[in-house]
């Protein structure tokens, strides 16, 4: 039996309907049609794509919907040699060349065994700490946090960064989760969840400036 995977292309020009949807199936694991309810089969993962938000019939997702993703990736025009490389290499048949190189029960030995990578309390904290450093309210958000954001990322953003930095190590060959880890993640994990607000547009100040300068400020031990 093989994975399934959903590609997602444009999910900011799709109806609400549409996109609740797609959230049963991320967050639920399973589709509902006509009053039934079908199981997806483990492991299902959603890749969706999204155009800048400037362009023409497109509409900011809801943060909730945001918030489900892993990660939210930036992926600009491609180079040169990438580009002429997608011109050559263009078929009518682009599955033609793909070969499987897991199975599906490897991709769940996997999932189980980086779910099993120890995480040192410390490690914990401080994804923790980055995290509540991003939202206005709380005591610990320094001052440009108050000024540049409207609302900062939820406790959803701490596990992930904690999660991926699971695969990170493990990747890496590592068998336990650093500080390095979560800093290297950050950006990737408070992208789509850090909103900023008009006084970040107005001086210029980007979501992923605002990560850095916190990636900075928030001490790694306390």
Known sequence: MLFRSLLADEINRATPKTQSALLEAMEEGQVSIDGETRPLPEPFFVIATQNPTFQTGTYPLPEAQLDRFLFELLIDYPTLEDERGLVEQHSFTPLEKIRAVLTRQEVLDYRDAVARLPVAPNVVDYAVRLCRA??????????????????GASPRASQFLIIAGRARAAVQGRFNVACDDVAALAPLVLRHRVIRSFQADAEGKSTDDIIAKLLQD???EV
């Open 218 to 220: 928030v001490p790694r």
């Open 134 to 151: 991003t939202r206005p309210k709380d005591a610990s958000a320094p001052e440009y946090i108050q000024r540049w954001v409207r609302w």
